[in-house]
């Protein structure tokens, strides 16, 4: 049973940990949160088209953040970043898609090694859109996460499926869309970030799903249940994470989604990971974990000096 004293306590003891902690058990908790997700939409796309799961997620999502607007009144929305917003839930719904589609088809733990190139497609971007210098080992990194990438594909090998380029192009989407959220983290409040993305999903998402639109069964009910409040929390956590600390600290603890996918999408599906998948994740995730690290370096050198 729910004891709100239990519960109070516990949220003391977190706010008093250090900033470096919180980040780590809120990207942490983050990860746990997508791969349960992940594992949703595949179960909701085996009787559901995408476009309609994507209407449902944002539909659920924007349903579950109604209470804290409910709370704090439309005080809680105020902001200066409306295009910011906008631009950020067109890019978001983007990524959605392809990845939503993508999952329909591919193994999950396979599907999500290669959604872990999204920090490389972020280097880019920084790079080549918002004019940032990427240094050479920075480059050099981003290449061996990319061949990383290639491992897991094996072009040559097996042929590279549309699904697959879906889940690059969802993590291309998804590389642009970090950078926009910790913008929006240094003016706007976590959840204002969450409800708007929602606000301007909703009826982006709507008009697809109204084209292949059918009545989901009581289990998809339930799944979208689910599917709303996986999503709500990851993204929750996700956003608080980079709010309190550092990028370049909590990203490295974003790859435990790996073998939680990978557990669940076995005890759920049955499906086992091959060598190649763990392979290829272990050097896109040395080659992100290097990159986050190594422009933490630079950034601690630069304010002492």
């Known amino acids: ?84 917003y906008f631009s950020r839930a067109f890019v978001s719904y983007g990524s959605m898609l392809c990845w939503f589609t993508a999952i329909a088809s591919l193994p999950i733990a396979e599907a ?6 999204s920090p490389l497609f972020a280097t880019a971007a920084a790079a080549l859109l918002l ?35 879906l889940v690059l192009a969802s993590a291309a989407l998804g590389g642009w869309n970090s950078i926009t959220v910790k913008q929006l983290t240094r003016t706007d409040n976590p959840n204002a970030i969450i409800l708007y993305m929602t606000l301007y999903l909703v009826p982006m998402s709507a008009i697809p799903a109204s084209f292949v639109w059918q009545w989901p069964s009581a289990q998809a009910w339930v799944l979208t249940f689910f599917l709303g409040l996986f999503a709500t929390l990851a993204h929750q956590s996700f956003t608080r994470a980079l709010a309190v ?16 996918v990978a557990l669940l999408a076995y005890l759920v599906f049955g499906e086992v990971p091959d060598l190649w998948t763990w392979v290829g994740g272990a050097v896109i995730v040395g080659a992100t974990v290097y990159i986050a690290r190594r422009e933490a370096q630079i950034a601690a050198a630069e304010r002492i000096s």
């Open 245 to 260: 600390c550092d990028a370049s600290y909590v990203l490295p603890f974003d790859f435990t989604r790996l073998p939680m």
């Open 131 to 165: 004019g940032e210098v990427v240094r050479q080992r920075r480059w050099i990194a981003t290449i061996v996460g990319f061949l990383g990438a290639m491992i897991v594909l094996r072009p040559g090998l097996d042929v590279v499926s549309f699904a697959h380029l």
């Open 112 to 117: 999500t090694a290669l959604s872990f190139t």
């Open 1 to 84: 049973m729910f004891d709100p004293a239990v519960f109070g306590k516990a949220r003391t003891r977190f706010g008093g940990l250090s900033g470096a902690v919180k980040g780590a058990l809120l990207m942490t908790a983050a990860a746990a949160g997508f791969a349960a997700m992940n594992v949703v939409i595949r179960a909701m796309n085996q009787e559901l088209h995408p476009f309609q799961v994507a209407f449902l997620r944002c539909a659920t999502g924007c349903a579950f953040m109604l209470p804290w607007l409910a709370r704090t009144g439309f005080e809680g929305l105020r902001t200066a970043s409306h295009k910011l």
